[in-house]
Structure formats: structure tokens, C-alpha cells
């Protein structure tokens, strides 16, 4: 539900404005750690986790000057988006739950990480397909229209069927390497969930979006010529960095060790 709330906020939400609402994440996180898993935060924790949110929001805002801006929507869009971000976390949170659990029951062994994600993208999975037709909706799709839809987005994802495919540069092999990318780095956030918490994988996750700017930022094929970096996004970046380095503090005392 939440990959579906937010895929219908962000289609009504201007680009830019979606990895800044998105950060309330971490803020999700943090609460429902507490609430769900007992945790407790020192206060350099809590404000490394600020930190970090602030820092990815300066280096998304320094990109972001042109365009529509949140002033021109609702505040229902981005109110449906912040709380999709609750329930991402809640999940996130849940499958930590699930490994310290399961490491109870199984007498110190951990469960399997693709028996946790499969059941996680599987039930994402069946979410999304079942909402398709609210979603198609909101982007101006019929549901009579739909089929058709899904069939040229194939087409264009196969680079096959001929027709008029010149917007679908690089496939089938940019899409297919998006999957992988994709999966790999889901695998890893979710490794490093069951290596240590939730709320450590997603302040790891967040470092991907100043790198992601840094790099469309450069002359790639498939992309339009390289830009400069503003110095708000060096700033941000900076910042970024600085949180991740204050949140992860030597600790003095073992009660603040994770507890399992």
C-alpha cells in the first residue's frame, strides 16, 4: 500500500519535490523503531538522522530551481506521499523485527534474506498490479485504454513490434540493467538490515542520492551533455556526510549495543 499511495502522490507531485517529502522516512523510522522495537536514540543519533535529511534535501533543492514548485499543489499530494513514506517504513521496520525474531526461534540463525524479500516484493508486487487501474487513472489512462497501454510499454521495453519506438533508446538493455542495479541494491539495503538496523540501511540508502546527482550530472551515454554542481549541492552533500559520520559516534557503554 504504501509503494501504491506513493506512486499516486508522486504522479501528482512535481518532480523535485518527491526525494525531499520522501525524506520523512528516516523520521518514520525513527518513531516507529521506538514504538515497535523498543529502540532508544542518543542525541547525536537523532540529530545525524536530521542531518542527513537535510542534507539530501539541499542537494535536490539545488536542482530544482526551474519548474513547478510545491506552492502550485494541494497539500493533500504531498500529505498521501509523506504518509506512503509510514508504511515504507513501517515494512522496513517489520522485516528487522522479523530477522532478530527469527534469529530467536532458530536458535541464533538468522532467516533467509530472499525468503524475506520475496515475500516482501511479492506482496508489493500484487499491491501494485491490483491498484494499476486507480493509478493509470490518475495519469489521464482509461481502464478501457489500459491494455493497450501495457502492451507499447512492453513493446518499448522489448524494442520490438516496430512502430514508432524512437523514445525507447538503449532498450531492452538500459531497462534490463536498471532491473539488475535495482535488485542489487535492494539485496545489499536489505543485507545491511539484517546485519545491523533499519534505520542505519536507510542512512546508508540516502548517500545514493547525491551520488546519483553527481553522476547524471556527468556526460553519459544515453544522456544529455554534463552540468555543474551548485555550490547548495556540494553544501548538502557535505552536510549529508556529516550526519552519517555524527549518528555513527563510537558508543561508550554496551546498553546502547543493538539489542537482539
Same mark, same amino acid.
Given at each position: 500500500?504504501?509503494?501504491?499511495?506513493? $506512486?499516486?502522490?508522486?504522479?501528482?507531485?512535481?518532480?523535485?519535490?518527491?526525494?525531499?517529502?520522501?525524506?520523512?522516512?528516516?523520521?518514520?523510522?525513527?518513531?516507529?523503531?521506538?514504538?515497535? %522495537?523498543?529502540?532508544?536514540? =542518543?542525541?547525536?543519533?537523532?540529530?545525524?538522522?536530521? %542531518?542527513?535529511?537535510?542534507?539530501?534535501?539541499?542537494?535536490?533543492?539545488?536542482?530544482?530551481?526551474?519548474?513547478?514548485?510545491?506552492?502550485?499543489?494541494?497539500?493533500?499530494?504531498?500529505?498521501?506521499?509523506?504518509?506512503?513514506?509510514?508504511?515504507?517504513?513501517?515494512?522496513?521496520?517489520?522485516?528487522?523485527?522479523?530477522?532478530?525474531?527469527?534469529?530467536? =526461534?532458530?536458535?541464533?540463525?538468522?532467516?533467509?534474506?530472499?525468503?524475506?524479500?520475496?515475500?516482501?516484493?511479492?506482496?508489493?508486487? *500484487?499491491?501494485? *498490479? %491490483?491498484?494499476?487501474?486507480?493509478?493509470?487513472?490518475?495519469?489521464?489512462?482509461?481502464?478501457?485504454?489500459?491494455?493497450?497501454?501495457?502492451?507499447?510499454?512492453?513493446?518499448?521495453? *522489448?524494442?520490438?513490434?516496430?512502430?514508432?519506438?524512437?523514445?525507447?533508446?538503449?532498450?531492452?538493455?538500459?531497462?534490463?540493467?536498471?532491473?539488475?542495479?535495482?535488485?542489487?541494491?535492494?539485496?545489499?539495503?536489505?543485507?545491511?538490515?539484517?546485519?545491523?538496523?533499519?534505520?542505519?540501511?536507510?542512512?546508508?540508502?540516502?548517500?545514493?542520492?547525491?551520488?546519483?546527482?553527481?553522476?547524471?550530472?556527468?556526460?553519459?551515454?544515453? $544522456?544529455?551533455g554534463g552540468t555543474s554542481l551548485s555550490t547548495s549541492f556540494l553544501v548538502g552533500a557535505a552536510v549529508l556526510v556529516l550526519g552519517l559520520l555524527l549518528y555513527n559516534l563510537p558508543q561508550n557503554s554496551a546498553d546502547q549495543v543493538k539489542t537482539e
Open positions: 500500500m504504501g509503494v501504491a499511495s506513493g $506512486m499516486a502522490a508522486a504522479a501528482m507531485l512535481p518532480g523535485p519535490s518527491i526525494p525531499v517529502l520522501s525524506q520523512s522516512f528516516l523520521v518514520w523510522q525513527l518513531i516507529l523503531s521506538v514504538i515497535v %522495537l523498543g529502540r532508544k536514540y =542518543r542525541a547525536n543519533q537523532i540529530l545525524g538522522c536530521l %542531518l542527513v535529511t537535510t542534507g539530501v534535501i539541499l542537494s535536490v533543492v539545488s536542482g530544482a530551481n526551474g519548474g513547478s514548485s510545491l506552492s502550485d499543489v494541494k497539500f493533500f499530494w504531498p500529505a498521501v506521499l509523506m504518509a506512503s513514506s509510514a508504511c515504507q517504513a513501517g515494512a522496513s521496520i517489520i522485516k528487522e523485527f522479523v530477522f532478530i525474531d527469527g534469529a530467536k =526461534r532458530l536458535e541464533g540463525k538468522r532467516p533467509d534474506i530472499f525468503v524475506v524479500n520475496s515475500f516482501g516484493s511479492g506482496f508489493q508486487a *500484487l499491491f501494485v *498490479l %491490483l491498484l494499476l487501474p486507480f493509478l493509470s487513472n490518475l495519469k489521464g489512462i482509461p481502464l478501457t485504454e489500459l491494455p493497450a497501454y501495457v502492451n507499447r510499454g512492453a513493446a518499448c521495453f *522489448l524494442n520490438v513490434g516496430g512502430g514508432n519506438l524512437n523514445d525507447c533508446p538503449g532498450a531492452p538493455l538500459l531497462p534490463l540493467l536498471f532491473i539488475t542495479m535495482n535488485m542489487a541494491f535492494n539485496i545489499s539495503v536489505l543485507n545491511l538490515v539484517k546485519m545491523s538496523t533499519a534505520l542505519v540501511a536507510s542512512l546508508t540508502a540516502t548517500l545514493a542520492v547525491p551520488l546519483s546527482i553527481y553522476v547524471l550530472s556527468l556526460p553519459l551515454p544515453y $544522456m544529455p
